[in-house]
């Protein structure tokens, strides 16, 4: 079935270190690919997409690119802050109608200054 | 700014208790999902509604949980007899029509249930 991989958190890194959160799927059909983040006590916000092979989604400084051939969508941001430390959830929808949003664990992520 | 509302926010209930919780999807949206986050399993799919109509509830142990949409506006979880296992976060999500085209599904706050 449908699936999501993502690394084993916690990721500890200082201030204005550079990020990378890998993310691989399985996915059948063709996937749109969504990162989402959860700050404490929070519910989940979309952090930014992609819909098709190649395209790059961008928000907040965070970038991640569909890459098809190798069944990826790593977010990566090149200098993190204080106020990035959260949960990122990697998760896509498949274009089978009937499925819903499949999530990966998630990573944790603490930046320190 | 338009938002999934979720009620209650915070619910502590005894074994036993029925647990109703409520979701207000974002007006126009027709695709209702219903998630449980816990630290062992993470997020997991309970239920998704189309136009009102269930379309997946295989997550959702069915002697217990239920969920229906009484109308466009909300969509209800219920428990009954809730057991301490339950306690998680649950979420509701609504997006539009073609989700499947990557349309942005978006998330309540959550409902966070403790039973003691």
């Known amino acids: 079935g449908d699936s999501v991989t993502q690394m084993e958190g916690p990721v500890t890194l200082s201030e204005e270190a550079f990020l990378t959160i890998n993310c691989t799927y399985t996915?059948?059909?063709?996937?749109?690919l969504f990162w989402y983040v959860q700050y404490p006590g929070e519910g989940l916000q979309l952090l930014l997409k992609a819909t098709k092979a190649d395209d790059k989604g961008s928000n907040k400084g965070f970038e991640a690119t569909y890459r098809k051939e190798t069944t990826s969508f790593h977010l990566e941001k090149g200098s993190v802050q204080v106020s990035d430390s959260a949960v990122y959830f990697c998760a896509l929808i498949t274009d089978q109608a009937g499925t819903a949003l499949i999530f990966g664990k998630g990573t944790t992520l603490s930046v320190s200054s | 700014d338009a938002r999934v509302t979720q009620t209650p926010r915070h619910k502590v209930t005894e074994m036993g208790q029925e647990v109703t919780m409520r979701c207000q999807p974002i007006?126009?949206?027709?695709?209702v999902f219903w998630y449980r986050q816990t630290m062992m399993q993470g997020l997991e799919l309970l239920a998704y509604f189309r136009n009102r109509a269930p379309l997946d509830d295989s997550g959702m142990p069915k002697d217990r949980f239920s969920a229906e949409m009484p109308d466009a506006t909300l969509a209800t979880l219920k428990i009954q007899p809730s057991e301490p296992r339950d306690s998680a976060v649950y979420f509701c999500?609504?997006?539009?029509?073609?989700?499947?085209?990557?349309?942005?599904?978006?998330f309540g706050e959550g409902s966070w249930l403790t039973v003691v």
């Open positions: 996915a059948t059909g063709y996937p749109s």
């Open positions: 999500a609504s997006g539009p029509r073609q989700v499947h085209s990557g349309n942005t599904i978006y």
């Open positions: 007006l126009g949206h027709n695709t």
